[in-house]
Each structure stands twice: as structure tokens, then as C-alpha cells.
């Protein structure tokens, strides 16, 4: 059995889930020491109404599974989905509680409905989901042509993958080929402004676009 220390520590944190996130999740105490665990590894639970469960009940297929394996260094598994008999869909947390010698002696499980905020966000994404599903990147709008292009030039730097004071000719031929791509050029002065940050000339910047033209035809 859990020592009596152990275990009031567990309820005391498995009851401030369970107020926090309300009755829509359930926390859940599995005690692996006991003989019989497979059978009555619950020794505690809040919202058990959530899957149905209460104390005294037997174990579930991740308490199973980790009986069958004590010798294994089971990983805490976090966030990752459940359902119940009923169809509730559930977000679900198990953390493995070890003892001095880190053999695994309970499990602390989380298990949350999210059945109708799962409704609600399939029908969110429909509505804001794009028609033209073929462009990954959300395109921001900026305010003004000043701060577009600060954009595009960022957007330019963080395409190659490194600082301008990092970049070779060729990573700044990328990028301006990016920039000349997305219209940056078409911004008054942006030439100025191009070549200043990438620490070329305006000669150097028009040499480079021109030789991507040249490489089209």
C-alpha cells in the first residue's frame, strides 16, 4: 500500500484539479502495490461520472499496460486523447508516481470532456477556415507600405535561416529574390531600404535580380 503520506499529498493535489477545472474533468488515483490492482487499482476519484468510474474500481488499459511491464521505464504521457464507452472525447494526462527506487507504485490520471468544446471548435473551423486551403501561412495585413515591407524583409531572413550578419552572396540572393517575388521592390525607396539592411549596393541589389530574371528566361 502507499504510505499515508504519499497518498493525502496525491488527494490533496488530485481534488485542487478536479475544483480548478470543474466537474467536466475527471482526476484519478490508481495504486499499483496493491495485489490486486488489476482488479480495485482505484483508490481515488473525483467526477468519476465523466467515465463512469469510482473508487474501488479495476484498472485501465494504461494501468494494465503498466502492471504487465513493472521492469519498464514508462514515460509520463500528457495531453493525449481518450474516449469513452459512451463517445465522450476526452484530453487525457497519466503520470507515473515512483517510489525511492523509481519503480512506478501509483499512476495520477487526468481525463477531461472535451466532447462539446470539440463540437464547438469543429464548427469554429469551419467558419474561419479558408476557402483557398492551398496557402499555409496566414497572411497578416499591415497597416501601412513602411511596415509591410519590414515585414517581407523579415519574412525574407527568416526564409534563408540566418542573421544578415551570417549570410553569404548566395543566402542574399535568396532573399532578395524572395523579396522581388512578394512585390517588395514595388514599395517606393524600397531599394534603398533593401540594400541597406542586407549591406549592399543598390547597383549590387539590382545586379542580383537581374540575374534571377536572366535564369527565368
Not at 14 to 41: F, M, P, Q, R, W
Amino acid at each position: 500500500m502507499l504510505n499515508e503520506i504519499l497518498k493525502n499529498t496525491l488527494f490533496n493535489i488530485a481534488h485542487a484539479v478536479a475544483l480548478h477545472y470543474g466537474k467536466s474533468c475527471e482526476v484519478v488515483i490508481h495504486d499499483l502495490t496493491d495485489t490486486n490492482a488489476a482488479n480495485h487499482s482505484i483508490i481515488y476519484i473525483e467526477n468519476g461520472e465523466v467515465t463512469g468510474r469510482k473508487v474501488g474500481d479495476g484498472a485501465s488499459q494504461v494501468v494494465l499496460k503498466q502492471l504487465s511491464n513493472m521492469g519498464e521505464k514508462e514515460k509520463d504521457h500528457i495531453g493525449y486523447f481518450t474516449k469513452t464507452a459512451d463517445g465522450k472525447i476526452l484530453k487525457s494526462s497519466t503520470v507515473y508516481i515512483r517510489d525511492e527506487n523509481q519503480n512506478v507504485i501509483a499512476i495520477f490520471s487526468v481525463n477531461h470532456d472535451i466532447t462539446s468544446l470539440s463540437m464547438m471548435s469543429a464548427s469554429i473551423n469551419e467558419i474561419i477556415a479558408a476557402v483557398d486551403d492551398t496557402k499555409k501561412d496566414i497572411e497578416k495585413i499591415s497597416p501601412n507600405v513602411n511596415e509591410l515591407l519590414d515585414d517581407l524583409i523579415w519574412q525574407s531572413v527568416e526564409l534563408v535561416g540566418k542573421p544578415v550578419t551570417f549570410m553569404n552572396k548566395e543566402d542574399k540572393m535568396r532573399a532578395i529574390r524572395y523579396l522581388n517575388d512578394k512585390g517588395a521592390l514595388l514599395i517606393t525607396k524600397s531599394g534603398d531600404k533593401i540594400s541597406k539592411y542586407f549591406g549592399i549596393s543598390k547597383f549590387t541589389l539590382y545586379s542580383y535580380i537581374d540575374k534571377q530574371e536572366d535564369k527565368n528566361d
